[in-house]
């Protein structure tokens, strides 16, 4: 019988990877109070391209694609999706909006979590949207010849609101006593509920989203302004590999949390890291535009579209990003990748 019981982290031996990826996350946080109220136009500035790049790494984790220029059309909420594809990529921005503006009223509860998953297919004519799955589901993989198998059994339809439920009162009682810390009490809820696989279509989704939402809620607000389903998209191997290594043995209440909480918090930590580098960048007006772009290139996660470097660089015209885009690229202190809309830039150094 599958149980939970979250007061077992209270005791359990965290290693030093562990408290040190705490330590450093601490200390971030404590600095995110003086960023959050000395320049809120900056931080609109990030909100506005982390939007837009989480909505497109959560859905491309799940192999969901549209071209840059209809995402970014879709995401601003200047155009009407047309395609599937484009439905759920809408939809995903929907969620990620509300919880953005309405995290703290939303409890985590049964009724809200099948209200966020209703609200991320809203575009589809999808019957089973906010419901539980009805049948029994396996997540699978395919091997070096081609062949699927199975990779992990999640729980059976018949126990899923019931352990859902249970899940729920465990993570609520364990954040109300106050023993344990959020940061290794959300990995945890979010591995059970992905080992649970509540839904028949959109558990990586929803994962994603309660992850931010449970964040938020403890006050850790990074993934506001810096993409965490972007760094979680471009490490997708490594997530995978912790997601497997932390279920084995998840239905005997043999799981090991610490390679999925540990993957978890890295990619928070860095995160921060990357909020007070852009901040800084954003912030700092008083260098050249070559410089400014060149900088904002250099410490960027992923390649940045000229529409990405507008929205962080918005002092400067669109016609002096091209002009020094161009001047960059022909001094080679910036690689050009891909050709028209796909167009991006990279750091050569």
Not at 148 to 169: G, H
Not at 290 to 301: A, G, K, M, N, V
Request: negative net charge; contains cysteine.
């Amino acid at each position: 019988m599958k149980l939970f019981n979250y007061a077992e982290l209270e005791v359990s031996a965290l290693n030093v990877d562990i408290v040190n990826l705490l330590t450093a996350i601490h200390e971030y946080r404590g600095k995110q109070e003086l960023y959050l109220e000395s320049k809120p136009d900056v931080l609109e500035k990030l909100q506005d391209l982390a939007l837009i790049q989480s909505t497109d790494a959560s859905n491309k984790i799940e192999g969901i694609f549209t071209s840059d220029k209809r995402l970014r059309e879709l995401v601003k909420n200047k155009t009407k999706p047309h395609s599937k594809n484009e439905k759920e990529i809408t939809g995903y921005r929907d969620v990620l909006k509300m919880i953005h503006e309405s995290y703290q009223y939303i409890t985590i509860s049964s009724n809200h979590i099948l209200q966020l998953h209703k609200e991320l297919y809203s575009y589809l004519p999808e019957s089973r949207s906010g419901n539980w799955k009805q049948s029994d589901n396996v997540i699978t993989e395919k091997d070096s010849n081609g062949e699927e198998f199975v990779r992990f059994q999640p729980a059976s339809a018949f126990q899923t609101p019931q352990l859902i439920e249970e899940l729920i009162e465990q993570y609520t009682m364990e954040m109300e006593k106050g023993n344990i810390d959020p940061l290794i009490l959300i990995p945890c809820f979010i591995l059970d509920f992905l080992s649970i696989h509540p839904f028949r279509d959109g558990n990586g989704q929803m994962s994603r989203l309660l992850t931010l939402l449970l964040l938020y809620q403890n006050n850790y607000l990074v993934g506001r302004f810096i993409s965490i389903e972007m760094l979680i998209e471009r490490t997708k191997t490594t997530y995978y590999e912790a997601l497997h290594d932390s279920s084995i043995g998840w239905l005997e209440n043999k799981q090991d949390y610490l390679p999925f909480l540990q993957y978890i918090l890295g990619i928070i930590l860095k995160a921060y890291r990357e909020f007070e580098t852009r901040f800084k960048i954003t912030h700092n007006i008083t260098i050249s535009s070559s410089d400014r772009i060149l900088e904002i290139i250099t410490h960027s996660l992923t390649p940045l579209s000229k529409a990405d470097i507008v929205i962080l660089a918005p002092e400067l015209s669109q016609k002096t990003i091209e002009r020094r885009l161009t001047d960059l690229v022909k001094s080679e202190r910036i690689q050009k990748i891909g050709a028209g809309r796909s167009t991006a830039y990279i750091s050569k150094s």
